[in-house]
């Protein structure tokens, strides 16, 4: 297969990757909440805990970081140029925030971004998590944790590798993620936001 072919339809399988909703796909199995219907009403690691308590929400975390880190590690190998491999972990995240399977209603990318990023560069996504981590662990908001590693995404992606291409990607990246949130940044700026821990 001539890599003109084979390069979009690994695009395109990547995004069917990120399209399995790993929150409704382990609730289902262990017969608890549909998100969609209860907390949030997103598919995610957050909401998911909440309605679904840690079982499900660490099954959730993994599937959903999981299915960005394994394109992201695929990408990273040097099989595709380095255009390609960036489009491919992006297709894995516009997967889990538009899929196809539930009518292009996902989650918010925060861990198949991250994900992709570990499997991409892990030092940088290292570093991301320790953002997210460290953020969470002094303020307990999920969505701030997660606004503060993709508001840094760019400037950490520019200072690790120099690398133009990369820092788009990162841009583009931030704003779907962060754009996912809006309604988050609502809810942290009026002092409504729920804290880990609580509903």
Same mark, same amino acid.
């Given at each position: 297969?001539?890599?003109?072919?084979?390069?979009?339809?690994?695009?395109?399988?990547?995004?069917?990757?990120?399209?399995?909703?790993?929150?409704?796909?382990?609730?289902?199995?262990?017969?608890?909440?549909?998100?969609?219907?209860? *907390?949030?009403?997103?598919?995610?690691?957050?909401?998911?805990?909440?309605?679904?308590?840690?079982?499900?929400?660490?099954?959730?975390?993994?599937?959903?970081?999981?299915? *960005?880190?394994?394109?992201?590690?695929?990408?990273?190998? *040097?099989?595709?140029?380095?255009?390609?491999?960036?489009?491919?972990?992006?297709?894995?995240?516009?997967?889990?925030?538009?899929?196809?399977?539930?009518?292009?209603?996902?989650?918010?990318?925060?861990?198949?971004?991250?994900?992709?990023?570990?499997?991409?560069?892990?030092?940088?996504?290292?570093?991301?998590?320790?953002?997210?981590?460290?953020?969470?662990?002094?303020?307990?908001?999920?969505?701030?944790?997660?606004?503060?590693?993709?508001?840094?995404?760019?400037?950490?992606?520019?200072?690790?590798?120099?690398?133009?291409?990369?820092?788009?990607?990162?841009?583009?990246?931030? *704003?779907?993620?962060?754009?996912?949130?809006?309604?988050?940044?609502?809810?942290?700026?009026?002092?409504?936001?729920?804290?880990?821990?609580?509903?």
């Amino acid at each position: 297969m001539s890599p003109e072919i084979l390069w979009p339809l690994s695009c395109f399988g990547a995004y069917l990757l990120g399209s399995i909703p790993f929150g409704l796909v382990f609730s289902h199995m262990l017969g608890t909440p549909d998100p969609r219907q209860a *907390g949030s009403r997103n598919i995610g690691f957050t909401n998911v805990l909440r309605v679904s308590g840690k079982k499900v929400g660490i099954l959730t975390l993994s599937g959903d970081l999981g299915k *960005g880190w394994l394109v992201g590690w695929i990408a990273s190998l *040097g099989f595709f140029p380095n255009l390609w491999a960036l489009l491919a972990v992006l297709s894995v995240i516009l997967g889990h925030l538009f899929p196809v399977f539930l009518k292009f209603r996902g989650g918010k990318g925060v861990a198949t971004g991250l994900g992709g990023i570990l499997g991409l560069h892990f030092p940088m996504g290292l570093v991301l998590v320790v953002i997210w981590a460290a953020t969470v662990g002094i303020w307990k908001y999920s969505a701030g944790g997660a606004l503060m590693a993709f508001v840094a995404l760019p400037v950490v992606s520019w200072f690790m590798t120099f690398d133009l291409q990369f820092t788009i990607f990162s841009l583009f990246l931030s *704003g779907l993620v962060i754009g996912k949130h809006k309604s988050n940044i609502v809810r942290l700026l009026a002092g409504t936001e729920p804290r880990i821990g609580r509903v």
